[in-house]
């Protein structure tokens, strides 16, 4: 059945706005900041066949779209706020729009943050523009220029599981169902670490949350902190499923992978307890990777104390692969 | 020549920040919000051949994508203060990004706001995505919700060229060449507001931009109020071009045309001088076009004192048209 915009907009997605002074269904919507904090703004458009596959669940996708906004607050260490949604689709159904929303809107409770506003629109295939606001306080966001030599890097949670799943969906390898199932839901749901980048204010000197892979987004805070990086191989964290996969799979999925949605942050190594106690209260594990070193020795990965040949790895980027 | 998607933020559209805190380049912007103001936000999804032809100049495109939510802020009386910009398109080619950048950095410049931030991504058509934020004290913004009965309903501008320049790329009707390059400017770089939004507030009652047509968007005023409103067709503000056309394109092009950008408000009679004198202080023209009345007397448009029949006429919308 065929939808209207508006009742498409009124049916789903309205919902009682608490924090903001004026929720969806007005030209704006109106938010009351927290007295003396800072906005932090984050926008991300995910395109069907780029971002995520036609098989993935409505929910799931939900999920996800605001996720992986939610994930760029986290690595500013911003408090979310609220969000906007911009879709655009070939056809309004319910079928899709009722998981769809449910996905969202539960992400977006469980993070007390509300849906202010929105678009939706006709078109050849489904886009969803998302848009984040939260706030922090003055000179606490954490940036990607702030990492210094002597620094210890770090890395939330797991890495590789979404490009593992990923590549097991393109047929490039085949996993088991249960493992499938697993790598399938890194890549699907990830979760955004925003409790972590709250908890690591103050602590953290510099973080990235890992979208487009290890080495690409290191090199964004390298690149902006002016600095250099040895990374231990060894220390990488990875899942069991991706840890019994070939060399040449752990080092793409590792280091390339991509939709990873952890937080990648750097700290003084006399920080180093209380990062692992910090990352404890919020029940996130954090590993310590390698250290920040000096600009010329640029972005080094050890393994068994060689450097590993980092040639045939680049980045992920949306106009040149 | 293919440009990647971080050389391609950075070349057109990382410009240094004055008012934001930090802009384009890290995982968010951070802003400074004038303290006591309420955030306004707003957001808008441009797909092509649904919002626009490709047959438009980039340059005209960048302006537009940026109007249409500037337009939004206006009908709120809001203070513009930053945007972030989301592409997604099939290529990234430098002669369409470079005139597309120029037209909405000047834009975007003329209203002394600056881009912080945005998202490129591969796509199959054209999709431009912008959320603008902007201030208003609480309190003060201009809703849809606050027309009251006895309240005179204002529109600024003329309206309806947009609607007639699609008809006319669309070879329903033909216009002479000078006549067609206006109607075609007001559709490609409609004029958004703001200096009138900002002169209304303490003045107008109610206010909502007019994009999908008077008609629909009136009809979002008259719900949010709860109140009915009478339209004289002969005060409805048009164009030397448009006025000569048939009674018919008449009546679709300024009761259900879109695309206009001008705002439509209403406001105590007793404020009739003030509203001629404000708009005329930012150089704006607007016209009484009606008055509010009882929600039971719905929404009439009269022409010699007789009802028009608005069967047939109906406001635009993404999924059912």
Known sequence: MALGEFDLIARYFKRPVARAALGVGDDCALLRLTPGQQLAVSTDLLVEGRHFLSTVAPERLGHKALAVNLSDLAAAGASPLAFTLSLSMPRAEERFLEPFAQGLLALAEAHGIELVGGDTTGGPVLCI????????????????????????????????????ALEAFRGSLSLPGEAFEQVRRAMECPSPRVALGLALRGLASAAIDLSDGLLGDLGHVLRASGVGAELAWEALPRSAILGVQSEAWQRACLLTGGDDYELLFTAPAAHHHQVLSSATMVQTPVHCVGQIVAAERGLVVTQNGAA?????????????S
């Open 129 to 164: 523009g998302i848009t984040v606001m939260g706030e922090v306080p003055p000179g606490q966001a954490l940036l990607r220029s702030g990492a210094r030599v002597g620094d210890e890097i770090w890395v939330s949670g797991s890495l590789g599981d979404a490009r593992l």
């Open 308 to 320: 590993l040949d980092l040639q045939g790895l680049s980045a992920f980027d949306h106009f040149k």
